[in-house]
């Protein structure tokens, strides 16, 4: 509940469910609950598990439903903990929602529309709870602790709120569905599963002729990206973490080499002056497509011992006896390299509701090239959108993006069209022009901006030129996590009101870098991005 925001005192509520046979409770969102003795669970003699009820005050009615569900819990041996009989006048608030979430053996989150919103937003007790309940989640990431209960939602695409959106939940929207619902619940919490699971029975002795039993094929054609993604997905679902790394070390043996080989093959042929090398660059990334479709897949697991894979951008941005020497456009396929995986990289995060994930690779340190200074991933131009062996041209860039689902069919593994593909990819490059926009804020650059100066940006934003309902379902994908941009500004030093104020400053800014010809009418396409996020 929105804890902070009052609570009820002196509700009579007796024994509801299976006590009144043919009674009902109508809780002003899904309609009457029938409390009918069928839906009882056998009573048990003590608890035994601890439950912590989590909910908003969006009605008397709907606090009345929680109070019943509560009832129905210790009615069958559950110990519900609620605000309205474990709290009193005087009490902390924040003292008893951190001892009930950890203490307790499972939180129940009872979501609705408005809960999801003050939950994502971080407002009120519901806000202070998410708190409290990602740090636990931090403290062990495998728990099972906390169930969504979803008992009203009208946008499908957040019935839950982010912090929890991976769990499994219980629906109790349909009160005709209440016993079936209730009874899988009290089965998680009290056996800790929902179906029995069937006994272990003696495995047969596998034969040639049997397509069941017969022994794993061979492994999968290293040169093909597509059977390797598939690969890589049967080691994260078995959590075979040694047949993951055997995979890695035969593709690093045989990518190193073929690039080689690449560079003496094209260093006779490349052509006078800074033609952007297209079609030499996608036979560069097709050999190199193995590796990424792997570290793509761990990405899109969301498991911590396979999503983390910036390993891979260091194998490919710093190729071991890379020759340094001869024609830029040539010698600099590695950062073209590195520009290509942090751009799928970045959309499949954004695909799999990993925003977080893309910006702690875009901000983790990288040397340039020969040089020892490093800063953030993302303040490297050319390995954001201005790569040399393509010219070191950003149109040229992101045309090579863009066109990268056709070309490279294994992404079709990935993401389920080209329309997927794309929103994923504006989403990751709208996050970065946000994070350049708090760099400028923090340097004080916009001040400049207001007196007649110009300020050149890192990251291209050619997204804009990109059919505007593709912008506007990114936007919307962002705006389910204001978090993560709150993060953003915390970090790069500045207050949220600075970000506020000084944005259509900042929408100039890209307005003038894209061309003042060029959106006059209806500015640039995500300085709506504040909109969406509840902002302005």
């Given amino acids: 509940m929105a804890y902070g925001e009052g609570i009820v005192r002196g509700t009579n509520i007796g024994h509801a469910y299976g006590r009144e046979s043919g009674s009902v409770v109508n809780d002003g969102v899904g309609g009457p609950i029938p409390l009918s003795s069928t839906i009882l669970v056998d009573h048990m003699t003590e608890a035994l598990s601890t439950v912590f009820i989590s909910y908003s005050w969006d009605s008397t009615e709907h606090q009345e439903w929680v109070i019943q569900l509560a009832t129905a819990l210790r009615d069958a041996g559950i110990d519900a903990i609620l605000d309205v009989w474990d709290t009193d006048l005087g009490d902390d608030f924040a003292a008893f929602m951190e001892k009930g979430v950890h203490d307790s053996d499972r939180v129940l989150i009872v979501c609705t529309d408005e809960y999801v919103r003050k939950a994502n937003a971080g407002q009120g007790g519901v806000g202070y709870e998410k708190t409290i309940v990602t740090g636990e989640l931090v403290r062990n990431v495998g728990t099972k602790k906390f169930i969504p209960i979803i008992r009203a939602g009208l946008n499908p695409d957040m019935l839950v709120p982010t912090f929890v959106s991976t769990r499994r939940y219980c629906d109790f929207r349909d009160n005709a569905n209440f016993a079936t619902e209730f009874e899988k619940l009290v089965a998680s919490i009290t056996h800790g599963a929902v179906v029995t699971k069937p006994p272990l029975g003696k495995p047969a002795e596998a034969t040639a002729t049997n397509p069941i039993l017969a022994p794993k094929p061979p492994p999968a054609d290293t040169e093909n990206p597509t059977e390797v993604y598939q690969l890589a997905h049967e080691f994260i679902r078995a959590n075979d973490i040694v047949s993951w790394r055997k995979l890695a070390q035969r ?130 131009h050319d390995l954001v959108g201005w790569p040399k062996t393509l010219s070191g041209s950003c149109t040229v860039a992101w045309k090579f993006l863009m066109d990268a689902f056709d070309n490279w069919h294994w992404l079709r593994e990935i993401f389920i069209d080209l329309e997927s593909y794309k929103i994923a990819l504006i989403s990751y490059y709208i996050i970065l022009n946000f994070m350049e926009y708090v760099e400028a804020l923090r340097n004080n650059q916009l001040d400049h901006v207001k007196k007649g100066g110009t300020l050149h940006l890192e990251i291209p934003i050619l997204f804009c030129d990109e059919n505007r309902e593709l912008i506007e379902k990114a936007l919307e994908r962002l705006s389910k996590h204001p978090e993560l941009f709150d993060y953003i500004i915390k970090k790069g030093g500045v207050s949220k009101n600075q970000v506020i104020v000084e944005w259509d400053t900042w929408a100039s800014v890209c307005q003038g870098w894209l061309g003042k010809g060029r959106f006059w009418r209806t500015g640039v396409p995500h300085a709506e991005l504040l909109i969406y996020l509840g902002w302005k």
């Fill in 251 to 380: 593709l690093q043996q045989i990518v190193k080499p073929s690039l080689r080989n690449w560079r003496t093959k094209h260093e006779a042929s490349i052509p006078a002056g800074d033609v952007p090398l297209v079609d030499a660059t996608n036979e560069a990334v097709a050999l190199v497509a193995s590796p990424i479709a792997m570290a793509l897949a761990g990405v899109e697991s969301r498991i911590d011992a396979f999503k983390d894979q910036r390993g891979l951008f260091d194998e490919l941005y710093h190729i071991t006896e890379w020759n340094r020497a001869g024609r830029v456009i040539l010698i600099e396929l590695p950062t073209t390299l590195g520009f290509v995986y942090q751009a799928l990289h970045g959309a499949v995060c954004m695909l799999t509701d990993q925003p977080e994930l893309a910006v702690e690779f875009a901000t983790m340190m990288v040397r340039h090239g020969n040089y020892d200074t490093k800063a953030p991933l993302w303040k490297h």
